[in-house]
Each structure stands twice: as structure tokens, then as C-alpha cells.
């Protein structure tokens, strides 16, 4: 069975750091871009960072200078280093991640990892 399995979420103080995980398992022939999004109490889910297989990455502007993303293309894993976090920051975080299975591309989803950022 083909999965994303987040961790590393949890409680922190304001101006401190969480790293989050994501690794994917299963018949995965490849990946390509790697993810993760956040989504906020009645808020939208958005686009947090992403990695492409080459190793080009996005941010969303208010996280610039505070997080990064990287991959283990060995471990078929994500991380997100989250530092200098902020209440806004709070929200449960979505790993994204487009796996090739066979001759076909899929988006998969992880479970969700609640960060939550104490003032």
C-alpha cells in the first residue's frame, strides 16, 4: 500500500524550531515534487514549500528565511526545518507528494501533523 507517514509536529514557543517528516512507502517507482501545505482554522489550505526531484524549491513568502525544505531521495523522504515560528504559524501541515506508481503519476496526502505555536 502505497502511504505518505508525517511526523514531527507538536507544541512550541514562539521563536522556536520543529523539523517535519514525511516519508513515503510502498511500489513507488519515483518521485517527483515533494511537499507541504498548512491549513489554519477556518482558513484555506496553502502551499507551505515545495521541492521538485532536481532540487529547486518554493516558499511561500512569510515563511521565506524561516523554513526549508529538503529531501532524502534514498529515504523517499521530505523534511521541513521550521525555525523562528510564529503563533501564525499554527495549523495542521499536509505532506503533497506526486509519486510515479507503474507508468502513472498520483498526488498523494499524508495524514496531517498538527503544529500548533504558542505566544
Known amino acids: 500500500q502505497v502511504q505518505l507517514v508525517e511526523s514531527g509536529g507538536g507544541l512550541v514557543q514562539a521563536g522556536g524550531s520543529l523539523r517535519l517528516s514525511c516519508a513515503a512507502s510502498g511500489s513507488i517507482r519515483s518521485i517527483n515534487t515533494m511537499g507541504w501545505y498548512r491549513q489554519a482554522p477556518g482558513k484555506q489550505r496553502e502551499l507551505v514549500a515545495t521541492?521538485?526531484?532536481?532540487?529547486?524549491?518554493n516558499y511561500l513568502d512569510s515563511v521565506k528565511g524561516r523554513f526549508g525544505i529538503s529531501r532524502d531521495v534514498a529515504k523517499n523522504t521530505v523534511y521541513l526545518q521550521m525555525n523562528s515560528l510564529k503563533p501564525e504559524d499554527t495549523a495542521v501541515y499536509y505532506c503533497?507528494?506526486?509519486?510515479?506508481?507503474?507508468?502513472?503519476?498520483?498526488?498523494?496526502w499524508g495524514q496531517g501533523t498538527q503544529v500548533t505555536v504558542s505566544s
Open positions: 521541492i521538485t526531484n532536481g532540487g529547486s524549491t
Open positions: 503533497n507528494a506526486d509519486l510515479v506508481i507503474r507508468v502513472s503519476t498520483y498526488h498523494y
